[in-house]
């Protein structure tokens, strides 16, 4: 099983650029997160969706936005990137809530906004 | 106060020691409790899960105690390999979803 699957690894922004970060998980998972980890820093929560049509913001989701057309696709979406933005981006999923089950992390996507 | 805290380390021991770190959260109502590990530029990893009456896996073994609101991870025998960051996770189910907070990490660097 691929697991949680991120795209691109890498990537470099221009400020004021946009992009689409892909996260797609084959476990069937109805829970799915995007979290930025800054260095140093715990992970903060961006958008979360608990099934396909429902999305909910987190702590941090100014500057972002996402949609949950398919149970494993959850895009992240940055508009007008910014400096501050730049940060990794980690993609996770997880079974409903079952409590003995924790998230299942994709590689991640590094961001640079110059 | 933080909802999750922990020591950010470094925690630097010898190779074989045993080295313990605490989390402690705020929130009393928070159900479920995890250990993840997160090794450098690499996303984090379940480690184990925290269960009220403790549990061990092999070199590692968690502890929750719900009436002081903190988890504990202990290394035995520590390993080269074990060398890595500890992320604490703690998870309170809510009326339509989850809330999962992750604390900031320890730091732990294993020398030969």
């Known amino acids: 099983n691929a697991g949680v699957t991120q795209t691109p690894k890498f990537r470099i922004l221009k400020i004021g650029q946009s992009m689409t970060l892909q996260c797609t998980q084959d476990m069937n998972h109805n829970y799915m997160y995007w979290y930025r980890q800054d260095p140093g820093m715990g992970l903060k929560l961006i958008y979360y969706?608990?099934?396909?049509?429902?999305?909910d913001k987190g702590e941090v989701p100014n500057g972002y936005n996402v949609s949950r057309s398919t149970t494993e696709d959850f895009p992240l979406r940055l508009e007008l990137a910014a400096p501050s933005q730049t940060s990794v981006y980690f993609c996770?999923?997880?079974?409903?809530?079952?409590?003995?089950?924790?998230?299942?992390f994709g590689s991640g996507t590094r961001l640079t906004v110059v | 106060r933080k909802e999750v805290e922990q020591d950010p380390g470094p925690f630097n021991v010898p190779e074989g020691a045993t080295v313990a770190f605490n989390c402690t959260y705020s929130n009393s109502a928070s159900q479920s409790f995890f250990w993840y590990r997160q090794d450098c530029r690499k996303e984090p990893k379940l480690l184990m899960s925290?269960?009220?009456s403790g549990n061990e896996d092999g070199r590692f073994t968690a502890q929750l105690n719900r009436a002081s609101q903190y988890i504990s991870l202990l290394i035995r025998d520590s390993k080269l390999s074990d060398s890595a960051t500890y992320l604490c996770?703690?998870?309170?189910?809510?009326?339509?979803?989850?809330?999962?907070?992750f604390g900031s990490g320890t730091r732990l660097s294993i020398r030969p």
């Open positions: 925290v269960y009220s």
């Open positions: 996770a999923s997880s079974l409903n809530r079952d409590r003995g089950y924790g998230y299942t």
């Open positions: 969706s608990v099934g396909a049509g429902i999305t």
């Open positions: 996770v703690v998870k309170t189910e809510g009326s339509s979803a989850s809330k999962i907070i």
